[in-house]
């Protein structure tokens, strides 16, 4: 039976549009479905993207850009990585790792390995496998915040009873400005965000 048979079966029809919808990745969209249908995962939507989990847990997921495609392995850091074909996409990301296809015949190519990947992803995950992030306290905090939060002590207190995952999103939105002015008017802009305890992205 062929990998096309043999992975209908599995397909998610809420996850159908993705590989419908026209874009340059077409073809390597849907390669890449395959290979990891065939791993036995199951298939979901989860960021706009479809994303394949092993007992409701994230293993990898495809994403595309303007230059490539990729999978994304969601506990990429902890692989072995032996042929060396992982990529962190910027010093921030701490777990997530990717790899990136420009062509079908790079997939088809590698197809051996990336089910060698995927197989290696589903071993760590079924065996509780975790990786250690950093602290929020291990994060810079740039300048121009630590003065407002310093001369603010109710925005501290805002900005230290938010959870880890928000204030790490804050820190991190923050530092990215390479100008001193732009940090500024970023950190001013959402002053009224940590007062009400949301997070960056927080409705």
């Not at 969601?74 to 996409?89: E, M, N, T």
């Not at 590698?110 to 290696?120: A, T």
Request: charged fraction near 30%.
């Amino acid at each position: 039976m062929s990998l096309i048979h043999k992975t209908m079966n599995r397909t998610n029809p809420k996850v159908d549009w993705f590989f419908k919808k026209d874009t340059k990745w077409k073809d390597e969209y849907e390669r890449l479905r395959m290979i990891a249908l065939d791993s036995g995962l199951t298939e979901e939507l989860k960021w706009g993207c479809p994303c394949y989990t092993l007992d409701g847990s994230n293993v990898v997921l495809i994403h595309g850009f303007k230059d490539y495609c990729a999978y994304l392995f969601h506990k990429g850091a902890l692989l072995k990585d032996s042929k060396g074909i992982l990529i962190q996409q910027t010093e921030n990301v701490q777990s997530a790792r990717q790899i990136r296809f420009n062509h079908l015949d790079q997939i088809t190519d590698m197809e051996p390995v990336l089910k060698s990947y995927i197989k290696e992803a589903i071993k760590l995950e079924k065996a509780g496998a975790k990786v250690q992030l950093k602290k929020t306290s291990e994060f810079k905090m740039p300048s121009e915040f630590k003065s407002v939060l310093d001369a603010t002590p109710k925005l501290k207190k805002a900005f230290d009873g938010l959870t880890p995952g928000r204030q790490r999103g804050y820190l991190l939105y923050f530092a990215s400005a390479k100008q001193a002015k732009t940090r500024e008017a970023r950190v001013e802009k959402y002053i009224p965000k940590i007062l009400k305890g949301k997070g960056l992205e927080d409705e």
